[in-house]
Each structure stands twice: as C-alpha cells, then as structure tokens.
C-alpha cells in the first residue's frame, strides 16, 4: 500500500505530517528522521480497528491483510 504524506515545516520548529487519504491521521517530529517514524505509527494507528469492537457471528471470518495484490 502507498500512502502520500504532507510534510510541513512547523513554525516552532521541527515538522509535522498528514495524511490526506486517513482524515485526521497527523503527527509531528522534532526531526525529520523522528517524523518518518511517527508516520508509520500514526497510519497504523488510524487504520488498525480491534476486532472486540465489531459485532462478529459464528459464520464470520476475520483476516488481516498487508498492501495490495493490484499492483
């Protein structure tokens, strides 16, 4: 899976990220490397879903699934 980030300069310093496909999923980094780290945290974050919280029946099945066959 390919996601764009937009990555601004903060006024304080440092940088912070969005993502403009995940409404609401932002983070920030003191640097660019502690920023790069944070992205995938914060994507994983917005995405991820507990399963505890989503009615499942007996003939339910749950997988997981990472990027996609497509490309």
């Known amino acids: 899976m390919k996601l764009k980030v937009v990555v601004h300069e903060a006024e ?3 940088y912070w990220a969005e993502v403009p496909s995940i ?3 932002a ?3 003191e640097t ?3 920023l ?3 992205i995938y945290e ?13 009615p499942v029946s007996e003939t339910d099945s749950v997988i997981e699934i ?3 066959p497509w490309r």
């Open 27 to 29: 983070t920030q980094g």
């Open 42 to 54: 914060a994507v994983e974050g917005c995405v991820s879903v507990e399963v505890k919280d989503v």
């Open 36 to 38: 790069l780290g944070n």
């Open 32 to 34: 660019f490397e502690e």
């Open 66 to 68: 990472a990027g996609s």
């Open 12 to 14: 304080e310093g440092g």
């Open 23 to 25: 409404p609401g999923c």
